[in-house]
């Protein structure tokens, strides 16, 4: 593909590789990125011009790194865009838990999956780490969907099993049976038909602490440290429930996820709002990360999370939408959210308080870094190839249409830089700018012709 893309390779460098060539094996890997300069770009350009193999980006058009989602709620698709009036523990009872009962019926299940995960890719995520429900027959249908239309997804069977916490419609019957679906659930990714790359990958999910018995914990963490596959759930989201977790257990979520084996490199846990100095410490020196949630944290979790402090102690991290906590499929929205978030952190918000009191200072980030933590920094969060566009990565990515006549980007080529451009794309990109999405080398959405 000849094409000037956009990428960032830490959190606070942006590349821009201009009129470059990017080379794809027949496999999906990038093998190499060939600048305009290079001696080489001009033979294999005409090589591949000769071949029928020569793709090229129109004038206002870029290539970006695919969106890296860290946390999905897939049956929480039908109610994205409501319900957000109430805290956490009444949103999950009232609202969440009845609906995400209904999955054990497999058409309910495909009517939900198969545009969600269309609609996800029309949004420019070509990865997704996805909650499931307790369902055997739903989250297969959630990973044959994600297969089918060539989406990366990490899909977990989500456990629960505390009475107190569960309701009887939608709890595990006992530790024993949810650790011995979630070990069938890892054995039915690994042999679905078409999955020999791992695609789609199994991912342990016990819910969070409150709706898990000590038992289940022990039983999954156990699972995760013999199988070596990815682990996501929630930790200290909301006041409630890191009070809740301090009161049960004693510790903090990450220190009792840890004692449980349940904190591992391929560990993503979501929020986090509420980690103490310890916790930090501990997740960075596990290698687990952070799905940073920056909408629904608005609604459920009480505070802004502190991105750029946690980064500057190495603790891994990415950016989720935590849809339907969260109400926009859109990475680009995520990352907008990301930028305002951490402002309101680093000003504060009330005004009876004088400024000097009113915020934590040094937290911003800026477009760069939400970019990074869009792509880049979700790959390195996930263990994978991805996120960047560079020679050993997957070519998952996106190009950004800015000439669309719907686009609310809005380019001056006689006034912006390039770096502009980028900071255009990250602040006013919407779905019609997504003219492709590509993952693993193949085209897997194209927008609809206006
Ligand atoms: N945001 C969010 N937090 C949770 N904590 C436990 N379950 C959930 C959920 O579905 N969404």
Known sequence: MQCTAFDTPQADALRVQSDALVTVSGEGQITAVIARDDPRWATERARHAAAGSLRELPEGSYLLPGMVDLHVHAPQWPQMGKALDVPLEA?????????EARYGDETFAESVYRPLVQQLLANGTTTAMYFGTLHDSGNRVLAEQCLRQGQRGLVGRVAMDEPSQCPAFYRDVSAQVAIAETEAFIETVARLPGNAHGLVRPVITPRFIPSCTDALLEGLGALAQRTGVHVQTHCSESDWAHQHVLERTGVTDAQALHRFGLLTRRTVVAHANFLTPDDVALMAQVGASVAHCPLSNFYFANSVFPARSGHAQRMGMGLGSD??????????????????????????????????QRGRHDARIDHVFALWLATAAGGQALDLPIGRIEAGQQFDAIVVDCRT??????????????????????????????????????????????
């Open 405 to 450: 006549p719907d686009s609310n980007v809005c380019v001056w080529p006689d006034i912006d830089s390039p770096a502009d451009v980028l900071q255009k794309i990250i602040y006013n990109a919407t779905r019609s700018n997504v003219a492709q999405t590509w993952v693993q080398g193949a085209l897997v959405h194209r927008r609809a012709a206006a």
């Open 323 to 356: 849809i339907s906590g969260g109400y926009s499929p859109s990475m680009f929205d995520a990352c907008r959210h990301a930028i305002t978030a951490s402002y309101a952190l680093d000003e504060g918000v009330d005004p009876d308080l004088p400024a000097a």
């Open 91 to 99: 949103w999950l009872q009232q609202n969440t838990f009845p609906l």
